[in-house]
T-cell receptor, first 113, second 111 residues
């Protein structure tokens, strides 16, 4: 079926506002990953879901960041009280068999003004 | 802590040249290493996956090598084409669910 879908593709928000980023994984993929990519840098791991559970949230940069996944499907990454340093591309990936089989979405480009 | 470094950060070559992209990692205890391609505004596409027990993998004009003991991998692209222009990222997995990515090499192939 379709690949990993992320929305919105672009988001411009004012400093201090909350934003929600959405990821629709490939159907049947039990694992879901969120990464952040700052300009000119590699991907920074944020959080991993196995089913609806997140075994490791230590990659989340601060308590302003949270994520949830429901129905072993859609995941939402929420950033509260956005700061300029949150500006980046947020990438979602899903996998059926583990981290060697990552399928990435096109990302959400977040700009905080 | 595993760190992945890619050199050069950017590379511009004329069409038809053979080229090598370099990746180094600090902890040799890896499970596998992958090379990805990222086009502007797009996600990552996996190119080659090398398991820790393997020395190299080939796909078409691409060949990736792995030397675990020295913490190095190379991606060789033969007879480069303008369509190869993209960012190439190296990533290592140490057996868990975290994959550690390098910052990438931006490749531009001139027609």
């Amino acid at each position: 079926g379709a690949g990993v879908s992320q929305s919105p593709s672009n988001k411009v928000t004012e400093k201090g506002k909350d934003v929600e980023l959405r990821c629709d994984p490939i159907s049947g993929h039990t694992a879901l990953y969120w990464y952040r990519q700052r300009l000119g840098q590699g991907l920074e791991f944020l959080i991993y879901f196995q089913g609806n559970s997140a075994p490791d949230k230590s990659g989340l940069p601060s308590d302003r960041f949270s994520a949830e996944r429901t129905g072993e499907s859609v995941s939402t990454l929420t950033i509260q009280r956005t700061q300029q340093e949150d500006s980046a591309v947020y990438l979602c990936a899903s996998s059926a068999i583990g981290p060697a089989d990552l399928h990435f979405g096109n990302g959400t480009r977040l700009t905080v003004t | 802590k595993q760190e992945v470094t890619q050199i050069p950060a950017a590379l511009s070559v004329p069409e038809g040249e053979n080229l090598v992209l370099n990746c180094s990692f600090t902890d040799s205890a890896i499970y596998n290493l992958q090379w990805f391609r990222q086009d502007p505004g797009k996600g990552l596409t996996s190119l080659l996956l090398i398991q820790s027990s393997q020395r190299e993998q080939t796909s078409g004009r691409l060949n990736a090598s792995l030397d675990k003991s020295s913490g190095r991998s190379t991606l060789y692209i033969a007879a480069s084409q303008p369509g190869d222009s993209a960012t190439y990222l190296c990533a290592v997995n140490t057996g868990g669910f975290k994959t550690i990515f390098g910052a990438g090499t931006r490749l531009f192939v001139k027609a």
